[in-house]
């Protein structure tokens, strides 16, 4: 009958090496703790934001603090060969159970670039020179540029724009579901850039 052996057992000194009932025990004894670490340190890549998917992205999700589920129906997002904004790697996928009006959960993979957007905000010490850099990260990874401008009345305009921003990130950051704000400022969104320019925070 041929044992069961792992690393212990192979360092198994030569008085007990051709001990069976040794090797036995010894293997019973340690083959659980191996794979005790081998599920630890698989649990690093499950729970990685850029490698995690389903539930593990959703309790990712629980500790960063946004959900998939959104607590708003929004429209215009869904994947379409015709509708410009929402192509591919532009528009979310039609769940199975969604009605095309609208979605309330994301997809892994905007759901993932969303986790990302809000560590970044949940790290944001809240300086214009802290906003600067959130913004070009934001733009990284989206795929789509993206510009604030501080108009120096505690509000901050920021552009996303409408050529260029998958309608569901405008929904999202425009609505607050990630909100990039911080105390006492006022952000405002836009997606045209004379807007952008010319609209001060006063009006």
Request: proline share 3%.
């Amino acid at each position: 009958m041929s044992l069961s052996t792992n690393k212990y057992t192979d360092l198994i000194a030569g008085y007990h090496f051709e001990k069976p009932l040794f090797k036995q025990w010894l293997y019973a004894l340690t083959q659980p703790l191996i794979t005790a670490q081998n599920r630890l340190a698989e649990m690093q890549e499950d729970f990685d934001i850029d490698t995690a998917v389903g539930v593990q992205l959703d309790a990712i999700g629980v500790r960063v603090g946004i959900s998939r589920k959104l607590p708003v129906s929004i429209t215009g997002v869904f994947f379409s060969f015709d509708i410009k904004g929402v192509g591919f790697d532009e528009g979310a996928w039609l769940g199975r159970h969604e009605s095309a009006e609208g979605t309330t959960t994301l997809d892994d993979g905007t759901y993932r670039n969303i986790l990302k957007t809000k560590v970044l905000v949940n790290h944001w010490d809240g300086t214009v020179e802290g906003l600067h850099y959130l913004l070009g990260q934001v733009s990284e990874i989206f795929g789509c540029p993206v510009k604030y401008k501080d108009n120096q009345n505690m509000t901050v305009n920021i552009l996303l724009p409408s050529e260029t921003t998958p309608p569901i990130v405008w929904n999202v950051l425009s609505r607050g579901l990630v909100d990039i704000t911080t105390a006492g400022v006022t952000v405002f969104f836009y997606q045209d850039e004379e807007s952008f320019i010319n609209e001060d925070g006063t009006k």
